[in-house]
């Protein structure tokens, strides 16, 4: 996302130098957090935010309109701490599933992921799809919300890629993190 020439990009690294320098790096005030169109949580412990920062992102969503993604791993899906937070009920899955699915998971898009602007990539089509690696886990995703659209499964069946619109909110729980692997699957990068 950080080289897309019609995106800026902020990336706030919880676990990096602003902690060290006395704060999170974290919008501080909801007037802050609005200027934010879609947030993408990666895999970051419920434990680095504080209720009101959940409340504001929740808010941001909720009665703002913007976008919200959570990313899949141990410590965001993987061990329900996001139950019963504000961002309980944003979500199209449940927030209080655990549990990884271990080891290498393959996936393939449904009918409305191939059809989908999440699952369209530059040049990338189906056929690409189907080559690249499998996933190095995911976490288990439980309880799809009516209305929402299962875009990428894994061979298992089980959900891996959940996006809902409804009224003015768009979410996404997208159960993996290892994309960033791909690259070195091959000798030539992907």
Known sequence: LEHARELNV???DLNGSAEAAGGTGLPRTPEEWRLYHVILLGDVDRVQFSDSAL???ADLVAQAGRGMAMLGGLR????????????DGLFPVSLAAT???????????????RVHACCRVGDLKEDAWKRLPPFAGASRLTDVAPGA????????GEPLLVVQERANTRTAVVAFDST???PFASETGL
């Open 55 to 57: 409340r504001a992102m």
């Open 180 to 182: 960033w692997q791909w």
């Open 76 to 87: 965001t899906l993987g061990d329900g701490h996001y139950r019963s937070t504000p961002l």
């Open 10 to 12: 902020t990336k706030i």
């Open 149 to 156: 659209e299962v875009l990428m499964r894994a061979a298992s």
């Open 99 to 113: 549990g990884q699915m271990a080891g290498a998971v393959t996936f393939e898009l449904t009918a409305a992921g």
